[in-house]
């Protein structure tokens, strides 16, 4: 009976971080969003994260490569808009 209950709380587990997965989420959002809203330590979602990882090999590689690109473009995003201001603020200050 205990062995039924484990399975279906990894079972669950698994099911939300589909869930975090859907909302683009890294595994530290992932870890940080079911310990605050549904009280699974970060080291449980961390360990079913990674068996996911070991199932799903060619999945998580194309989510990771998409996670970093996205990271870079939001890097790339915040430096136009660095250059933005900069450039902005001179010219207010040429008049």
């Known amino acids: 009976m205990a062995d039924s209950s484990s399975a279906s ?7 939300m971080i589909e869930k975090c997965l859907i909302f683009h989420m890294t ?4 870890e940080q969003a079911l310990s605050k809203h549904a009280n699974i330590t ?3 979602t961390s360990t079913v994260w990674k068996e996911l990882e070991k199932e799903n090999k060619e ?9 970093s690109k996205q990271e870079q473009m939001s890097e790339e995003e915040t430096n136009q808009m660095i250059q933005k201001i900069i450039s902005d603020s001179s010219k207010e200050s040429d008049d």
């Open 42 to 44: 970060p080291v449980i």
């Open 9 to 15: 709380y990894i079972h669950m587990v698994q099911h």
């Open 59 to 67: 999945f998580f590689k194309a989510y990771e490569e998409r996670q």
């Open 27 to 30: 595994k530290e959002e992932c």
